[in-house]
């Protein structure tokens, strides 16, 4: 995740987290991608039922119930265990979370523990009475998504009316004082609304959007055919570059991020350095503090029946279950060699990411792409989307041509 907001317009500094001793039990939410001993933030599926059908859902989730999910005890168990292990927070999401009906019990004993909840919904389900209890049970933050405005929003989720329903709730947790923000997953279905999403935020009066990048896994890996092409993808992140700079320059106080493509912080320190050359150094410091990729370091991923994997996209492969190990021991046992390989620095990587000079901010970016695309968990990503020169690769190379991603046909 890249905080594009806080790095492009200097609005977070190398003080900031200094200040705080990069501690993640001492730095607030904002600053904790800068945290030295950094523990992973969790993403609890809870479910995987959902009351939609998107196109790009990594779930693959459908409106039906699915057998052998963790029950309210081993919900219990297992955010007591994430709060014994110092995670600093636990993103609750799906399938759609609301149609779990111990939601705010788990939710309710997870703040009691200490831990920061934040809700991942598609906001169909949210009415008066259901921000009530998202309030009362301790929420600090509440992502909704969207994938355009309108009619083009409700063929990607596949329900008529979607948008309508998702964009009351925005305003009613908004008007409630809840902390709330959108999610855009970008593609070529609907990349030309990127523009209207922006405007949305501004129009609405919400504080923050993440924008993500499509990660070929479950539904996601079937539609990559309309996946950006690297140029469609670049021009679109520097979009985003734009908006946020925009808002920042009228004095509007929004928080956008990136997620899913770490060769954006290599795109954003490149730009820093054409536009605020003096402060390139730090911007670099804090996007090596922040690491690129954290999948199987500052992130995991707990599915609705326990498995344990390095992320939310990764649910090919699974680390262990919460039910046979708790997942502080699971996290922690490095003779599984992909969490061993994720935790090398640097990453093992194959082909363009073996030399590239952005590694220490890229990380290697999305496992679950390269995996998916190549076979190979250790292959580079093929959405990257920096030229050869760009990272100081040649592509001549011995065995470059294996990695070798084919033009990409303009599907529609």
Request: aromatic share 8%; hydrophobic share 40%; glycine share 8%.
């Amino acid at each position: 995740m890249l905080s594009v907001t806080r790095l492009l317009n200097g609005t977070a500094t190398s003080a900031d987290a200094l200040r705080y001793g990069r501690s993640s039990a001492r730095l607030p939410s904002h600053l904790l991608h800068f945290s030295e001993d950094k523990k992973p933030v969790v993403v609890w599926n809870v479910t995987r039922r959902c009351n939609l059908h998107c196109m790009h859902c990594y779930a693959d989730s459908h409106d039906r119930e699915y057998p052998d999910e963790l029950t309210t005890d081993e919900g219990v168990a297992l955010l007591d265990d994430l709060a014994s292990f110092g995670a600093p927070s636990v993103l609750f999401s799906g399938g759609e979370p609301l149609l779990r009906p111990d939601l705010f019990a788990l939710v309710e004993h997870a703040r009691e523990r200490g831990l920061r909840c934040v809700l991942s919904t598609n906001g169909t389900l949210i009415d008066e009475e259901a921000v009530q209890r998202i309030v009362a049970a301790g929420f600090s933050y509440v992502g909704i998504s969207f994938d355009g405005i309108g009619r083009l929003h409700d063929k990607i989720r596949g329900k008529l009316g979607a948008f309508d329903a998702s964009l009351k709730a925005l305003r009613l947790l908004r008007d409630a004082g809840m902390r709330v923000g959108l999610r855009f997953t970008v593609h070529r279905k609907n990349v030309k609304q990127l523009p209207l999403i922006f405007d949305l935020l501004e129009e609405e009066e919400i504080d923050r959007c993440c924008i993500y990048h499509l990660a070929y896994a479950g539904r996601g890996d079937r539609v990559r055919k309309y996946d950006l092409a690297p140029a469609e993808t670049r021009a679109a992140v520097e979009y985003v570059f734009d908006r946020a700079q925009s808002f920042h320059e009228r004095g509007l106080d929004k928080e956008v991020l990136t997620v899913g493509n770490h060769a954006d912080n290599a795109l954003l320190w490149m730009r820093v350095c054409r536009q605020q050359p003096e402060r390139a150094d730090e911007v670099w410091q804090m996007l090596a503090w922040n690491g690129g990729n954290q999948s199987g370091v500052a992130i995991a991923c707990v599915d609705p029946v326990g498995a344990v994997h390095i992320d939310q996209f990764s649910w090919g492969h699974t680390l262990g279950n919460v039910r046979e190990r708790p997942f502080s021991a699971i996290w922690a046992d490095l003779s599984e060699p992909r969490l061993a390989a994720l935790r090398e620095s640097p990453r093992p990587i194959a082909g363009r990411c073996a030399s590239c000079r952005f590694m220490p901010i890229c990380n290697g970016n999305l496992r679950a792409r390269a995996e998916s695309y190549f076979g190979d968990f250790l292959a580079p990503d093929p959405a990257c989307y920096l030229t050869d020169a760009e990272i100081g690769f040649d592509p001549n190379a011995t065995g470059a041509d294996q990695w070798t991603v084919p033009v990409q046909e303009t599907a529609t």
